[in-house]
């Protein structure tokens, strides 16, 4: 029995590592019939670990013991996604449009013992755009004239990144978790940037796909709005039972969590400010100024002081690329001189005694100690880490604290990649960070979209310095898509003369 069990222990272990290499393959591999096939063995690979891993989940029992049912489900899903794929194979610019609309959406699935909230509607999406990419490249009706040209440091940074974690994964404690991350995230995302990269982000897809995440981003927070008038939630027991014991109320939509939520309309507001600011047309700026005001009314509901920062940065970013950098630096150093100041002379009025230990724990939500803790993890391990997936275990066992102690502290993501993967993977995440700001930053000025995606990603970085989730939430990796495909081949934007002119004013 134990030798079945370290069987299927280092089966795992290597399927987690091959699903890896594969999704690094399908961005990396030199010819389109090479990603093709790459990215075949990936959507092959990760369901039989999806599978193995949740077999005898109570949640897979239903499965187990209705396996005619389940057949006749699998065949009218996979019915569903060749139809889909039919449709993107022939128009192409469905994909990202309809991968944005989803974006929000997750379903509850129980795995490994946890329930995971995944997002099931997107990986419908990106498996169906993955199919339209495959089929007919591996059939020979497609050469490989239509390659990615993109293929530099930041992909190489950004798939070694994955690679790095799955061959972690094996030597840890937490290697379910791992499992989950690679399976639930880093293929399908990947896969996700290499559709997105091919994309030919002309001025009307941009605007199109503006349009659906504003839409989407107003109907969430009017639900937000009917949340907060009802006081009932519809999702999250933990938001529920905050709120109750709470003198505030917190809202987060369809989302189950206010963070998350409030990331997402961070990332919306950029890019409407964007499209603002880089616009003559007096009915644009009208008509982003209300949607901007509405978003900015759910963004407070949600009183996620990390969404409300990361805005700021991004803020300051777009005003960098509009006007001046020299100047934007100056305006934050005077206001962050001025917030200082303010809060050294009126420390009541912000609620923060400088002197007060547990005020300024309270301020920060226990920050400061959750980084202490990281760091004594870190200093035990230093070069490798305790693996990738086991900060959480690790840290509660360690600092001898509850495991919703353990989860908050996994949020500020360099103190979880240092504590999992040591000095080597906070090196990767660092030079992969410094690759994305050069790609998307250099040459922003001339394009209302690389503006709209570098604000983004610089509050979604920021976001995540203080809260959960980088190469987990799909953001990264479609603005990473979006913002390299826009480098590689430049929008033919009539509102670029705008853009190149500004850009030309903040240099003199």
Sequence with gaps: MGTALA????????????????????????????????????????????????????QFEAVRDRPLIAAGAGIVALALLAGAAVLVDR????????????????????????????????????????????????????????????????????????????????????????????????????LLFVLLVRIDWTRRLAVISLGVLTGLALVLCVIGFVEYATRTLLLNPEVIASNQFQSYFRVNSLFFDPNIFGRFLTVVMLALAARALWTRERRVVVVAAAALAVLWAGLVLTLSQSSLASLLVGLAVLAALRWSVAWTAAGVLGAGLVAAGAIALFPGAVRLELDSERSIKSATSGRGDLIAGGYRLWERRPVLGWGSGAFEGQYRKQEKVSGERAVSASHTI????????????????????????????RGARGS?????????FAALVFHTLVYAAFLEDPLTWALLGIGTAAALRPARDPEDALAAEAGGQARA
């Excluded at 004239?145 to 992909?155: K, M, T, V």
């Excluded at 990649?417 to 050069?438: D, I, K, M, N």
């Excluded at 209302?448 to 983004?456: C, D, E, I």
């Design 7 to 58: 069987l299927i222990a280092a089966a795992d272990e290597a399927g987690v590592v091959v699903a890896a290499l594969l999704a690094a393959a399908a961005v990396l591999a030199p010819t389109a019939r090479g990603q093709a096939l790459a990215m075949a063995g990936a959507l092959l690979l990760t369901p039989v670990l999806l599978v193995g891993h949740i077999y005898d989940t109570p």
């Design 91 to 190: 128009r192409p610019t469905v994909l990202p449009v309809a991968a944005l609309a989803v974006l929000p959406f997750r379903v509850p699935i129980e795995s490994g013992g946890s329930t995971a909230n995944l997002l099931v509607p997107l990986y419908f999406v990106v498996a169906a755009g993955a199919l339209a990419f495959v089929v007919p490249r591996l059939r020979g009706e497609r050469g490989d004239e239509d390659a990615a040209a993109g293929r530099g440091r930041l992909e190489v940074l950004l798939l070694g990144l994955v690679v790095l974690y799955a061959i972690q994964a094996t030597y840890s404690d937490g290697f379910d978790k791992a499992l989950e991350q690679v399976v639930f995230f880093y293929v399908p995302f990947a």
């Design 448 to 456: 209302p979209l690389r503006a709209a995606v570098a604000a983004a």
């Design 414 to 441: 360099p103190v979880t990649v240092a504590a999992e993967q040591g000095v080597v993977g906070l090196a990767a995440y660092l030079a992969l960070l410094a690759a994305a700001f050069w790609r998307l930053l």
